[in-house]
């Protein structure tokens, strides 16, 4: 890949992600603490994520490879992301607030799937191209939450407004994005086709199916990482806890550059097997520093594997699900992972996580104020427990020694 290339893709993975962690990390804390919605109310706002990538992953699979350049697509959902991002930070009641943010997340994440295969489009050699290309998403997400801890925008409105500001930005500047056109556009058209099913044909293969089940599985413990870290830090007292979660960010940045070099030596398989035993120490590390405040080595070590838990689940995903499929298909394929994963398993896992920290939670007498707390040490132990369950059953069912699926023909 020319540099120029990388400089390009660079900048637009760089704001897709920057515009995520704006919001996302921090939301949790404003919602309980400045909004008052109960921690049900919390993981079904989480939830919203889960059903965009449910609601637009087979539609951008259509567009993007049937119809449309995939950089129009972008820009056009970034420009009315934007004005539904700015919408959202003037609302005050969950009745409100939750509809207008699922309307937005279904722009945001049609969207992220696109500049997946838009990137992966533009990778002469996506085992090396690819997670070089996506370091600058850990860049986006760090700068993110330093500009978010530091201006104190933990408990504000600002964030949305902040990520509105960054989402225009993006839609103007994908138009100068690399012409990504559809590259089914040719291919017949049926009612199969027009649903985006044609990605379904992957799960024919046992070793397909059995990633795709078990990367739905592990997108429930995880949930818990997102929908409650923050909110965790700041019932720890631990200061510009937004700026310090971007730790992950740079430890993000160091496994993707070793993804490739791994993979030679671990496989597919080793590699997402490292991703869900990280899960699994993280959240033993929070549960540890929740009994034992004073160890805070623990929860910044929990704070940065983070690249192992984002990079060898998710990235190694879209470059597994990109060997396997088609490349008239490509785009409805990664539809179909960010369906299952950020869709239906972020869905459950933020449904749990929210179930599951309003049983631990209690109420109690803060500096005058009644303050919503809960026990961390309870909440930790669920994800723990279910991602040691997930990676003895992924190391004895995983078996990544059948020939990818663009060598196999298609029957039906």
Partial sequence: MAVT??????????????????????????LTESLKFPGGQVGLA????????????????????????????LSILHIVGAGLLYFVSTLQTFAEFYPVLMIYTITFMAAHALTNSLTLHHCKNAAVEFPVVMVMGSVGWMIAGIVVGFCKLENSPGMFQLAALAALVMGIYSLTLPHTPPKGKDAPM???????????????????????????????PLSFYFSW????????????????????????????????????????????????????????????????LTAQWMLYLGIAVHGMCYDFIFVMGRMYVDKRATVDIRGAAQGFHVFVTLGLGMFVGSWLAGVVGQYYSYTEIVGGKEATLHHWQNIWLVPAVMSIILFVAFALLFKDNSPPVLEVADTA
């Fill in 46 to 73: 989480y939830g919203t994520t889960a059903i965009g990538a449910m609601a637009s992953s087979f539609f951008v699979g259509i567009v993007a490879d049937r119809f449309f350049a995939t950089e129009r697509i």
């Fill in 190 to 220: 049926s009612p199969r086709v027009l649903l985006g099913l044609d990605a379904l044909r992957l799960m024919r293969d046992r070793s397909f199916a059995t990633f795709i089940i078990c990367s739905f599985l592990i997108c429930v």
């Fill in 5 to 30: 290339m990388y400089l390009r893709l660079w900048v637009m993975v760089f704001l897709q992600y920057y515009i995520w962690s704006t919001w996302y990390v921090t939301m949790g804390n404003y």
């Fill in 229 to 292: 870290i923050n909110v965790f830090m700041n019932e720890s007292n631990i200061p510009y806890a937004a700026a310090k979660l971007t730790i992950g960010q740079g430890s993000d940045v160091l496994f993707l550059l070793m993804l490739p070099i791994m993979l030679l030596f671990f496989g597919a398989k080793g590699i997402l097997l490292l991703g869900m035993a990280a899960w699994a120490f993280r959240f033993f590390l929070f549960r540890t520093f929740a009994v034992d």
